[in-house]
């Protein structure tokens, strides 16, 4: 079975999943610094409703997947204060409309099945080249975006104070995002897309030291549990997208693990560093 | 010849929804630490809140000069529950990486800032302003969840290390301001 592996049918699959795992995990640690986690489920879903409505209008299906989770982006880039009830009922819209829209034609009803499977295998070109392109202009974008998006997250005022606007960088990455996620949500499936940008966020949110590590870990979790769910579905002949989020789940254990660790350790009960210079509190 | 204004506040009055504090008038000049002193609900914030854009202003001017760069630390910086940034990350944001931090703060790098008691991460945040390359500090309430220790050692900081940066303190305590202001101004509803 594991032949299969190498089988040239599987290639193309295999690279697009490995440049979008790392670029979804990262772009997940960035919607988690923002409290935004919850959009990457809600992108997902009205990007699998947008794919859908694409096939029973003959239109092509990441294009949909594309312009209705931007769509999204830019309603609640409009809203003053965007949170998870606003996600939540995108989900639901996103879910609602996906059934509905694939009630009208038989491609479109399997078009939405396949999105909730999650299928890989059935990947093209398109999704190799939206990978492509999304890891280099992610790289590129990186170093600009990063700066902002913390600078925003922990020094909210620097922009407005200092006359800089904000909307720039909010908008470049909500656009970001909304395309990793409908090339992801098209490449992987639903759940699978949103486990990918949720998951390694989490648990490198919860063990890692510093922001460069954060980024690290998440990357490299997604691409070890990416590779890890490749062989086994391919092996056990089981749909990729489930076996990509079980992994995922199981890889969550780790942040409990590291938890565990840190309570149990003697040194980690006076977590905090010493609040004050030592001659100053000889003095009180 | 008296130095150059960096922040000009004239007859401003701001609020929300409707104005909170004013009519105030004060200019902020280059080097010089001022404090804006008034009781609790005097508007204190509200009048830094309209520099930084976050309040508006229903009457008067505010001015800054051109090309300045401003770094405003909150009376409540924003502090996630769970955070994976170290003290060194939050400082090299605005740059104050670049200077040689006291040792209060250097002891506060490594870690990651969710596991910093609320005063550390405090002096943390306010040493990302004073080390930033900004022209002019807004410090709103920095001695709010400090202790004693951490109070003196942040006078010391602005009379000592930091001198000659041009700073607007808000605070209620009248003793910090008179610690560390070469002027104040009294601030109220």
Redesign the interface.
């Known amino acids: 079975m594991l032949e299969l592996l190498f089988d040239p049918l599987f290639r193309l699959p295999f690279i697009t999943g490995l440049l979008l795992a790392p670029v979804a995990a990262i772009a997940g640690v960035y919607l988690r610094l923002r409290e935004e986690w919850l959009a990457a489920l809600a992108y997902a879903q009205v990007a699998a409703a947008g794919a859908v409505v694409a096939v029973v209008l003959h239109a092509p299906v990441m294009l949909g997947a594309l312009a209705a989770a931007g769509l999204v982006a830019t309603v609640k880039g409009l809203l003053a204060n965007p949170g998870n009830h606003h996600f939540v009922i995108f989900i639901l819209l996103g879910w609602g409309v996906a059934l509905v829209a694939g009630s009208f034609s038989a491609h479109g009803e399997m078009v939405g099945q396949s999105l909730m499977d999650g299928q890989l295998y059935f990947t093209g070109q398109a999704h190799l080249l939206g990978a492509l392109a999304l890891l280099v202009i992610g790289t590129l974008c990186m170093s600009w975006l990063s700066q902002r998006l913390l600078m925003d997250r922990f020094f909210p005022d620097y922009f407005s104070a200092n006359g800089i606007p904000a909307w720039r960088h909010r908008v470049a990455f909500d656009w970001l995002v909304v395309a990793i996620v409908a090339v992801a949500t098209t490449a992987f499936g639903v759940m699978a897309a949103f486990a990918l940008l949720f998951i390694p966020a989490w648990v490198a949110w919860g063990v890692a030291q510093g922001w460069r590590n954060v980024l690290i870990i998440a990357a490299g979790l997604a691409v070890v549990a990416y590779v890890i769910a490749f062989v086994v579905a391919v092996a056990v002949d089981q749909p990729f997208g489930p076996m990509l989020v079980l992994i995922l789940c199981a890889t969550a254990l780790l942040r409990f693990a590291r938890r565990g660790v840190r309570s149990a350790s003697p040194s980690a009960a006076p977590a905090r560093a010493p609040s004050v210079a030592p001659e100053a509190a000889h003095r009180k | 010849m008296k130095s150059e204004a960096l922040l000009r506040c004239h007859g401003v009055v701001a609020g929300y929804e409707h104005p909170v504090v004013g009519p105030v008038t004060f200019e902020l000049f280059r080097g010089e630490v001022l404090g804006l002193l008034g009781s609790n609900g005097a508007g204190k914030s509200t009048l830094i809140k309209a520099?930084?854009?976050?309040a508006r202003i229903f009457r008067g001017r505010l001015e800054t000069a051109p090309g300045i760069?401003?770094?405003?630390h909150?009376q409540q910086?924003?502090r996630?529950a769970?955070c994976?940034?170290?003290g060194?990350?939050?400082v090299t944001?605005?740059g104050a990486s670049r200077q040689t931090p006291p040792?209060?703060i250097a002891?506060?790098l490594d870690?990651?800032v969710d596991?910093?008691?609320g005063?550390?991460f405090q002096i943390l945040q306010i040493w990302?302003?004073l080390g930033s390359g900004a022209e002019v500090v807004?410090l709103d309430e920095p001695t709010n969840n400090l202790?004693?220790?951490?109070v003196?050692?942040l006078v010391n900081l602005i009379r000592k290390d930091q001198a000659g940066r041009t700073i607007l303190v808000v605070s209620h305590e009248a003793s910090f301001i008179d610690a560390i202001c070469s002027r104040v101004v009294s601030v109220s509803a």
């Open positions: 520099i930084t854009g976050h760069e401003l770094a405003h909150r910086p924003v996630p769970e994976p940034l170290s060194h990350d939050l944001l605005t040792p209060q002891r506060l870690g990651r596991q910093l008691s005063g550390q990302a302003c807004l202790d004693p220790a951490t003196e050692a």
